[in-house]
């Protein structure tokens, strides 16, 4: 068993320009997220050449590229530690021979999205909000997407946003006041693109706030331009939940694009996926929420790992996410306490997980005890007489 070391855990750094030093990678280049996108590192010859594989990941690689494609930044691709197999990062992007195993409990579409679909494209399950999917592209593809049924392009089914009809159904729905844009990765999406559905989105008077669900800053620090800021900036209240899993995600490059969207005075949450062997510990799990804490962003989600299809090797117990949570309450600040959800299979959607903090209750009293173990009574309000004297 590896030691977690927290201060170097919570320190930020650069892993740039890592692998590709040797190639003399222009600075400017590097730093072009356009670059970062064309360089992306995809088939076996080009993971090989920096990583030593194990047999599983060579024959995932090679196997799963039709379910779900592979694709890394190279920024991304630099926190992999080569000789590792169960680095924390490498386990969320390298495809493992572990995604073509079948369980028949699990699904293409685990949340049941595709049937609470007004219209292709929009996922409407909760009376005041919508999820909008505005693309079907990330920057990088973590094996374990719930949405692998559409997203990367390589599989059968295919996203099919029906632009005029979904805003027409906003348009006529003045009970949608909260519009989350997801996808694949809305920010990588052009300003322009961006800028006009945004736009269309904040001419609907009854939305009243818009979200932006983005792995971008933490795959592609390099999108959150000053430009792309400025233009989100127009569209406030605008909030955008990052999806961060593990302290080293958090390098200096991200940390300087968080600070950028903060300064943007946009509300910045994280949602991250409980994954085994990645983040499935109370010290991974509060290095990283102090991590997020300093790079301005609450601690908003923490998903118990959908039933995906080819996720088994990633999924933990749910009572590891009770025991996060209570190993996180009281020992820490509430800011960087997550909720702990599942999205309920087939299509319930998130329901909360909490530990149990009540003994016992009653109509007179409650028994409770506190994060180190302690009891104490809560009297309910009784009806009193007042005092003579
Ligand atoms: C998660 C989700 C939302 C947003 O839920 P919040 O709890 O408001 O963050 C909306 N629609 C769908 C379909 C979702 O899965």
Known sequence: MEIFNYDAEIAFSSAAPGYWAKQQIPEFEWNDHHWQLKNRIRSLAQIEAHLNLIEAERAGILLTGTKLASAVTPHYFNLIESGNPDCPVRRQIIPRIEETFDDPREMTDPCGEDSHMPV?????????????????????????????????????????????????????????????????????????????????????????????????????????????????????????????????????????????????????????????????????????????????????YLYQCDLIKGSAHLRTPIRTGLEIIEGLRGHTTGYGIPQFVIDAPGGGGKIPLNPDYVIRSDDHETLLRNYEGKEFLYPEAQDLKPLIL
């Open 120 to 300: 292709p494209g929009l996922v409407h399950r909760y009376p005041d909000r919508v999820l909008f999917l505005v693309t079907d592209r990330c920057a990088s593809y973590c094996r374990y997407c719930t949405r692998s049924r559409v997203v990367s392009g390589v599989g059968d089914q295919h996203l099919e946003t029906q632009w005029e009809a979904a805003f027409d159904y906003l348009e006529n729905a003045p009970q949608v006041r909260d519009v989350l844009l997801s996808g694949g990765d809305p920010l990588l999406l052009s300003d322009n693109r961006l800028d006009k559905i945004l736009s269309r989105l904040r001419s609907i008077k009854h939305i009243q706030f818009v979200r932006i669900g983005s792995r971008i800053p933490i795959f592609l620090p390099q999108r959150i331009t000053p430009e792309l800021c400025e233009i989100l900036h127009k569209y406030h209240p605008l909030f955008l939940s990052i999806h961060a899993n593990h302290p080293r995600e958090l390098t200096s490059e991200v940390r300087d694009g968080l600070a950028r969207l903060a300064d943007a005075g946009i509300p910045l949450g994280n949602q991250s996926v409980l994954l085994k062997g990645v983040n499935d510990s109370v010290e991974v799990q509060r290095a990283l929420v102090h991590k997020l804490l300093l790079c301005r962003v609450k601690p908003y």
